[in-house]
């Protein structure tokens, strides 16, 4: 008796343990591409990051992945849709800098057969270790619950830096990092609790940010390099929605301007340049080195009848840090009534050689245009923009942003159905050449299928966010704020 | 008197499903129309990682039986019921004989289930706090030696799993554990576990709002103020169990004393349960939610049979009414036969509100304004506790395939084939996607897909009209959105507008078979070729020349428009003269 449980409790053990660790050993192959090759082959990822997700069409067991890298190799059998090695094994086997030959199989008669291989390989540059983003349905005017939340992309551990059943349930939105930096963050809200945190050396401030001379609250932010300044848009914003279009949805500024919110004064800065009413400014970054801030600017239209005709223009113009002052002009780097095309996302690389923007058709949301696409201008070959087929689909490419680094960038995609938004990571070459894409890599090969929430402005932060939820909440709910001011000194007027 | 209290038990589990089922069946089918609750380990994790998830879980998960009358009152019932066998459970503890108080302890669910007659409140906060007094009735069974260490271990696991009712279960537990000799394990030590646990949810930033993690307010819609009331629950459940034990030494010598403590016990609670009911239901929520449900349903007659007997005098009402004579094919025919005031009657002005939304979906899915429909049904969904629901997410499938969407068809209903009562229809709907043909050959689907506008325009900016007018270019035979149009313009009083229309899509090799309404409005155009062209039936002739008889006799008349009403309240010349 005691024999049997013996050997029962060793079966047990050892068929535990063979179902968890299938290996899959390829006893022949052919010579035929496999259905992976498009998407997968010449893939570029960081040697930091979580398993990447392959995705298959097939039942749990019937495909797995043979993964070598530097004559080391793991595998992996598909569940739920997709191959995801273990964490453990992914963890000790990649190699930065090293080819990966892939060698996908079937299972054939209780036989493994592989494809013919294909390659991709692991960058020698990091990614930055954290990214943040927004998890809200793709809904339109109403919300319930929502957050922002800080995914760990060397693992699958994603906390919430804020939710808001916590506050009330109110909105929250536009997070955004001075540089990466997660000690240096800010983020609106908006129904109760209404206001603008800004976290900066520790210390948790919460502004009114309305003003008599502006026409909202402050809107898209982006920091300066310094972390001294964050241009901001203020907006006059509308949604309506299509009765038969690609594109549910239209989101237009009735007006719009750029402003620059002095963080150490509290107090707003603008230049006529920015603030004119007569066309609407929108969508501010900084430069690289910070001398420089760019803008989209598109000719006032009467909307929402020409909305068409509304193009966004690429605009530049220079910033002193020191006196907080603006250029007397205005660039324009990408005419788009020339091109027929709208510009949005400005965004530079860290190194200052690339700047990388949302092109639609018209308009200023393009995340709601399933034409929209990635493009990128090397500042130093004769601002051509480019698109960047790598990244594009026939779906919406849309909000993105730079890694520390400049080697990465993270970018919101629709690709999926049409309609959820999922950040995709994509290498970019210091000559500018571009990697593939693949979707943040989850744990689970159905998490996608599953999710009804869009992953909205993906930002990458170089470590976690440890402002602590008791005190961001703590400060969220006060009541008090304090009131940003207009600096008197600029005449709006001129 | 066991026997006694047995029956008297089983009776007062029959009237509450009774006050269930007769003073809020249709809140426990919208419950179950804005629930989805889908049975696997993903689906659970997520609940885990939140403070009361065990019992919100089980609260989706019990939501889905709401739907059926009677069966639906029972499931909605178990908290209630399992709160009441809790409570006479720990009141038969075997050390102190506590029993004379149970009939008292239908308080307990009767101030729950008044409670519960508030939809702000949720339903998975009374099963946890039945759960939460279940698991101290079990713990109340153990040995001593036992009990004291399986009731601390159960705090930090009742915080956790079921929220703020852990404080009633640690306050329940000291009052009927605590014992001054054994002070320390009885009454200090679950004192500081349970003080220990909030401290480190609260101070972690896991729940910063000492409200949700100390009161009933954990359960209570968060947009909404919670009234007094509902501490009423929490009130009972500690002091019962306090006079319990505090009179436990006490008994009654004459068992006609007995007798009368425990038949008031019983009697008490019940009869206030039952008169004050209806002070605590929301009258006119559930009527539109019982409108609802049978818009969902589909049941057109329930719903004109409902408001034939109500005063029309809420346009969510006229609105509801008008959907179901649209999707019956009468609206034309009887619309003016609810007195309707304006164009808000044919569909009313939107707000944030789930159910206005939902109206609007569906409103906008029979005419054909698909995208309209879609946006609505959205944006109810949205304010769903779950921010999901099997209606929406059912409406939300249709609109896909409509437009061709076929990957969010097909997330959805993924999602809805991994239900227990809906899968069937995943399946049904499952064969539409990626098949456009099936899609145009299926009556209903078909029929909207043909609607959809070529043209494109901003959805309702310039208004009802020029959607509908878009509709009937593409397809001239959508009869619901033909008749809402036209209804539209005598809505408006726009008779020069109706002729148009009616010499649009009535006119010259069209069907001229007028609707009554359309027939009525054509003798007030006052053009006699018209009622020639149109055929206006002798019976609608007749019946406008008494109107204008009575009219002309009755001109003179201060009670006029009362003297009207009484033979043409109906009549499209009673409205366009008198509202």
Known sequence: MKNSLYLLFLGLTVGLFASCSQE????????????????????????????????????????????????????????????????????????????????HCRLENGKWIAYRPFTFRFAKEEIDPYLAYRLIPPGYTLWNEMGIYQRNLENFEETAILENVQTDRNCMNCHSFCVQDPGKMMFHLRAKHAGTILVKDGNIRKLETRTEQTMSALVYPYWHPGGNYIAFSVNDTKQLFHTNHTNRIEVMDLASDVVVYDVERNEIIATPLTFGEESFETFPSFSADGKTLYFCSARKQALPDSIEALKYHLCAISFDEKTGTFGNRVDTLFHAERMDRSVSFPRVSPDGRFLMVTLADHATFPIWHQEADLWMLDMQDGNKLVSLDALNSTSVESYHSWSSNGRWIVFSSRRTDGLHTRPYIAYIGADGSVGKPFVLPQERGDFYQGCMNSFNIPELVKGKVETGSYALIQKVLDNEKEQVKMNRKINLTE | MKRFNVCMSLLF?????????????????????????????????????????????????????????????????????????????????????????????????????????????????????????????????????????????????????????????????????AQKENWLMTLA?????????????????????????????C??????????????????????????????????????????????????????????????????????????????????????????????????????????????????????HYYPKGMNSLLTTINSTGAVRLLASDIHYTVGCIAEAQQHAFEAQVTFPQSMGIQTMKRLVKTNLIFGHHAVAEKYLSLIARTTFHKEWAQKYSRFLFNDQAIEADAELGEKRRSLSQRNRFAMFYGWTPELQDILEVNPENRQAK?????????????????????????????????????????????????????????????????????????????????????????????????
């Not at chain 2, 459970?89 to 009767?110: C, F, H, N, Q």
Request: hydrophobic share 50%.
């Open chain 1, 24 to 103: 899959v050993k390829v006893l022949s192959s052919v010579d035929t591409p496999s259905p992976l090759v498009e998407e997968y082959s010449d893939m570029v990822v960081p040697p930091n990051i979580a398993p990447l997700n392959f995705f298959v069409d097939a039942e749990d067991g019937q495909e797995a992945l043979v993964l070598t890298c530097d004559g080391k190799s793991i595998s992996a059998v598909c569940k739920d849709g997709a191959i995801i090695p273990e964490l453990d094994a992914w963890k000790d086997w990649a190699t930065p800098d090293k080819p990966v030959e892939v060698k």
């Open chain 2, 13 to 177: 589990v029959a009237l509450a499903i009774w006050q269930i089922h007769l003073h809020i069946p249709y809140q426990l089918c919208q419950l179950e129309h804005t629930n989805l609750f889908v049975g696997d380990w993903d689906w659970f994790v997520p609940f885990l990682e939140r403070m009361g998830g065990i019992g919100r879980w089980l609260g989706t998960w019990g939501i889905q039986f709401f739907n059926e009358k009677i069966t639906g009152a029972a499931a909605f019932a178990v908290p209630v019921i399992l709160l009441f066998v809790a409570m006479a459970g720990l009141l038969r503890s075997p050390e102190k004989d506590m029993s004379a108080w149970i009939p008292w302890v239908t308080a307990v669910p009767a101030c729950q289930l008044l409670s519960l007659y508030d939809h702000n409140f949720y339903w998975w906060g009374a099963l946890s706090m039945a759960l939460a007094l279940a698991g101290l009735w079990l713990v109340s069974l153990c040995r001593p030696s036992v009990r004291s260490w399986l009731f601390l271990a159960g705090i930090p696991v009742v915080t956790w799993g079921l929220g703020a009712v852990a404080c009633v279960y640690v306050s329940a537990g000291i009052i009927l554990f």
């Open chain 2, 189 to 217: 030590a679950p004192s500081a576990v349970y003080l220990s646990t909030i401290a480190l949810i609260h101070f972690t930033g896991v729940v910063v709002d000492l409200g949700f993690l100390l009161t009933p307010a």
């Open chain 2, 219 to 336: 359960y209570y819609e968060s947009i909404s103020e919670m009234p007094f009331y509902h501490w009423g629950t929490w009130g009972a459940t500690l002091l019962l169990p306090f006079l319990a034990r505090l009179t436990a030494h006490v008994s009654m010598k004459k068992p006609m004393a007995s007798w009368i403590v425990c038949c008031t016990g019983w009697l008490v609670p019940s009869a206030l349960l039952v008169q004050t009911a209806g002070n605590f239901c929301n009258t006119s929520n559930q009527d539109i939610w019982r409108l609802n449900h049978h818009a969902y349903m589909e049941d057109w007659d329930a719903i004109l049979d409902f408001v034939s007997d109500k005063p029309m005098n809420n346009y969510l009402f006229m609105n509801y009414a008008n959907l179901a004579l649209a999707n019956k094919g009468e609206l034309a025919n009887r619309a003016f």
């Open chain 2, 483 to 579: 008749e809402y149009l036209g209804l539209s313009y005598l809505m408006n009083k726009d008779l020069k507008g109706f002729r148009l229309f009616l010499d649009k899509h009535y006119g010259t090799g069209k069907d001229r078979t007028l609707p009554l309404s359309f027939q009525q409005a054509v003798m007030a155009l006052d053009q006699p070729d018209k009622v020639e062209e149109y055929d206006v039936t002798a019976a609608v002739k007749e019946q406008y020349a008494q109107f204008m008889r009575q009219y002309a006799q009755n001109r003179q008349n201060p009670n006029l428009k009362n003297v009207m009403h009484r033979s043409f309240g109906h009549t499209v010349w009673y409205y366009l003269i008198f509202v």
